[in-house]
């Protein structure tokens, strides 16, 4: 089955810090990979996507690229504000059962002024 | 574009009461609507799949009778709690799919409903 693996918060950085969130997945076949972000008490929202292999994400300053060699989906961002903090969440699918979602445990980001 | 909202952003209810939550999708018509349960610092927990016009198909483990789905239209899909109990006490979030399945069709979030079971 699909999975997902995202690396555990929390996690604190200081302001303008780089940040790294790994994101590792297991499918069958070929998913689109996805970058989830909830603010507290918010709803969760589209971050960045790739849908093929080598393909690079990019939004806010956000990147990630769709690795399919090491099945990775990293997220970085080269300079992180404090309006960056919230959860983030990887998330893929396959197009099969519906186009569901298998979302990762989610990490929090906290960034300290 | 893509909007999708939820109604009430947050209920208190005494247990044994049924609250409904409402999901719209604002500005296109949503033939599924997919239903998630989030625990505190947990992630997402898929209850069931709304597709309009038909039954909704519940994940394992996920009571049927307890938690009522009705999508009646392309832009409204309803979950109702019923009898609910502290246990029942989550945030809710909806999320609704655009027009014909499709490999790269996305999912729009709402804004989640927190409920509160006293």
């Known amino acids: 089955g699909n999975s997902v693996t995202q690396m555990e918060g929390p996690v604190t950085l200081s302001e303008e810090a780089f940040l790294t969130i790994n994101c590792t997945y297991t499918?069958?076949?070929?998913?689109?990979l996805f970058w989830y972000v909830q603010y507290p008490g918010e709803g969760l929202q589209l971050l960045l996507k790739a849908t093929k292999a080598d393909d690079k994400g990019s939004n806010k300053g956000f990147e990630a690229t769709y690795r399919k060699e090491t099945t990775s989906f990293h997220l970085e961002k080269g300079s992180v504000q404090v309006s960056d903090s919230a959860v983030y969440f990887c998330a893929l699918n396959t197009g099969n059962a519906g186009n569901m979602l298998t979302f990762g445990g989610g990490t929090r980001l906290m960034v300290k002024p | 574009g893509a909007v999708v909202s939820q109604h009430p952003s947050r209920v208190i209810c005494k247990s044994g009461t049924s609250v409904k939550i409402e999901c719209r999708s604002l500005d296109f018509q949503a033939t599924t609507m997919f239903w998630y349960r989030q625990f505190p610092k947990k992630s997402l927990m898929l209850m069931a799949t709304?597709?309009?016009?038909?039954?909704?198909?519940?994940e394992q483990g996920v009571e049927k009778d307890k938690f009522l789905i009705n999508h009646a239209s392309l832009t409204l899909s309803t979950l109702t709690v019923t009898s609910a109990h502290p246990e029942d006490s989550s945030f809710y979030i909806c999320?609704?799919?655009?027009?014909?399945?499709?490999?790269?069709?996305?999912?729009?979030f709402g804004p989640g409903t927190r409920l509160t079971v006293l």
């Open positions: 709304s597709n309009e016009g038909s039954k909704a198909t519940y």
């Open positions: 499918a069958t076949g070929y998913p689109s």
């Open positions: 999320s609704a799919r655009l027009g014909i399945a499709g490999f790269y069709n996305e999912q729009f």
